[in-house]
């Protein structure tokens, strides 16, 4: 089955908050057999995968994430029509993958004035990563040197915060990350907490670019469990202990009233019950894990190849 990346849709969560969503369909049920999803998907619905990015129109302007290259040619008229002629001030990315930082380029060509903000642990830190980094080497024209790059490139850490005016924005370092130069980021004003790839999940195709609450139907821990699995496959060996302490971690410090990640729904209300929902789906993950599992995998992985003599 072909998958084409949809333009991207958006809608304004509170003011001056803008959340952009693409989704990638992933077919039906009776496409993806070895999944069980009877619980939260009908037989004739297609099942989607989604990008996320969010947009902060303020008196300075910053677009956290990037979505994906195939709407490199959508992305800045979103921009465009989303701040209706204003300038954006800052571009963050939250770790240099394709689907989080593939449109830099064509966002920083669009915007020169704009500053680029990355990950300290990605990109520039004296030798090693520097500009050698894929970051700068994702895009169909990247600079072949990043001295090119007209943008003031600005390296961040956690603790790092910009004030926009109205909002400030902090970045975090991740609880649960997917990739070592993730970086999360929060919001003060509307208490928002920018996960990532954490708390993702698939949903269904009526319910793109809607709140986790105003979904037709409750999000299942078996959608949070296929996500977690595909893309945190580190936690089927993870200590689930510590796992739920570091959820607590999340109840207790950041405290979000918004949990916004980069592949689900934004969750705005019940918080809560979408935390415990991932600890269930950590549960099945570490059962995966079990020495006894791994080794019917490992069987079933070196068995002898079935071919004719």
Known sequence: MPQEVSKPKYRELSDGLYWTQECLPLGTLSELERFDLERWVEPDEDV????????????????????????????VELIDELLDGDDLDYLAISHPEANHAG??????????????LVPGEAAGYGSGHSAEHELYHIAAETPADVD????????????????????????????????????????????????????????????????????DRDVAVEQVFRFHALAFPWMRFGDTDAIERAVDDVRERFDP??????????????????????????????REGERSNMESKLEYILRPPEVDQ
Request: charge should be negative; aromatic fraction near 10%; proline fraction near 5%.
């Open 48 to 75: 989607h995968g989604c990008q996320n990015a969010y947009l902060f129109s303020d008196e300075r302007n910053l677009l956290f994430d990037t979505l994906t290259q195939p709407n490199s040619e959508h992305v």
């Open 148 to 215: 090119q790059v007209p943008n003031e490139i600005r390296y961040v850490e956690p603790g790092d915060s910009i004030d926009l005016g109205t909002h400030t924005v902090e970045f975090e370092a991740p609880l649960f990350p997917d990739h070592s130069f993730t970086l999360w980021m929060s919001e003060r004003t509307t208490n928002t907490l920018f996960t990532v790839d954490w708390m993702g999940f698939l949903h269904q195709n009526s319910n793109c670019v809607k709140t986790a609450s105003e979904l």
């Open 103 to 116: 449109n830099t380029f064509t966002i920083l060509e669009a915007y020169p004035d704009a500053t680029l």
């Open 257 to 286: 009233d918004v949990i916004a990640p980069a592949h689900g729904m934004v969750m705005t209300e019940d918080l809560d019950a979408y935390l415990d929902r991932f600890l269930e789906a950590v549960t099945a993950l570490s």
